[in-house]
């Protein structure tokens, strides 16, 4: 997993992943590939799908995530999180697949049964009618990072969503620092475009 030495900042705000469950991935245990899956799969998913735009894609993209994890699990630290290689490893999938024939053809698809998600409410939720406004606020924010060009939309994803910064991002992408900022800041102003007349 030479990949993991691209993103080796500690991953924080969450849950360690006991290195005993790491050591059971190592020995290629069902049970705890089941327990690390559960504890990355949110993240990860959410990664996938804002960079993606597309939830059947961002399925797609767990599924080879979690395929190279298998197929490299004997060479997983289990002192290390394994978290931030893993984010990498979605990145550069979702990366790949904005290069594919595939893109083209998800990029304007959505499959009939597919329904938006966070618009159901728990117990104790706000208001339908501010669940309903957040709910409308994040689709128009996800339709407008759909509209940027993959490595401005990268960028955003990485920075203002996954919480890293301009380094660790230029590391994980293979890109300089300087090339970082100026596609943020070219993001940011394209955003700013597409959400001026429909930002409610």
């Given at each position: 997993?030479?990949?993991?030495?691209?993103?080796?900042?500690?991953?924080?705000?969450?849950?360690?992943?006991?290195?005993?469950?790491?050591?059971?991935?190592q020995r290629g245990e069902a049970e705890a590939l089941g327990t690390l899956f559960e504890?990355?799969?949110?993240?990860?998913?959410?990664?996938?799908?804002?960079?993606?735009?597309n939830h059947a894609a961002a399925e797609d993209a767990m599924q080879e995530v979690f395929?190279?994890?298998?197929?490299?699990?004997?060479?997983?630290?289990?002192?290390?999180?394994?978290?931030?290689?893993?984010?990498?490893?979605?990145?550069?999938?979702?990366?790949?697949?904005?290069?594919?024939?595939?893109?083209?053809?998800?990029?304007?698809?959505?499959?009939?049964?597919?329904?938006?998600?966070?618009?159901?409410?728990?117990?104790?939720?706000?208001?339908?009618?501010?669940?309903?406004?957040?709910?409308?606020?994040?689709?128009?924010?996800?339709?407008?990072?759909?509209?940027?060009?993959?490595?401005?939309?990268?960028?955003?994803?990485?920075?203002?969503?996954?919480?890293?910064?301009?380094?660790?991002?230029?590391?994980?992408?293979?890109?300089?620092?300087?090339?970082?900022?100026?596609?943020?800041?070219?993001?940011?102003?394209?955003?700013?475009?597409?959400?001026?007349?429909?930002?409610?």
């Amino acid at each position: 997993m030479s990949e993991a030495s691209r993103s080796p900042e500690p991953t924080t705000g969450i849950p360690a992943i006991e290195p005993e469950v790491l050591r059971g991935v190592q020995r290629g245990e069902a049970e705890a590939l089941g327990t690390l899956f559960e504890a990355c799969f949110d993240d990860l998913y959410g990664l996938a799908y804002r960079m993606l735009g597309n939830h059947a894609a961002a399925e797609d993209a767990m599924q080879e995530v979690f395929i190279k994890l298998h197929r490299g699990a004997g060479s997983l630290d289990p002192e290390r999180d394994p978290r931030p290689w893993l984010r990498t490893v979605t990145a550069n999938h979702c990366r790949d697949h904005h290069r594919s024939f595939g893109a083209k053809v998800t990029r304007f698809s959505k499959p009939v049964d597919e329904s938006d998600e966070g618009m159901s409410l728990p117990d104790g939720g706000p208001a339908p009618d501010a669940a309903t406004l957040a709910a409308e606020k994040s689709a128009l924010v996800q339709n407008a990072l759909n509209q940027l060009a993959p490595p401005d939309r990268e960028v955003v994803v990485l920075r203002d969503y996954e919480g890293l910064d301009h380094n660790v991002i230029a590391e994980m992408l293979g890109v300089s620092h300087a090339a970082v900022r100026k596609r943020y800041s070219r993001a940011l102003t394209r955003l700013g475009e597409l959400l001026q007349d429909v930002w409610p």
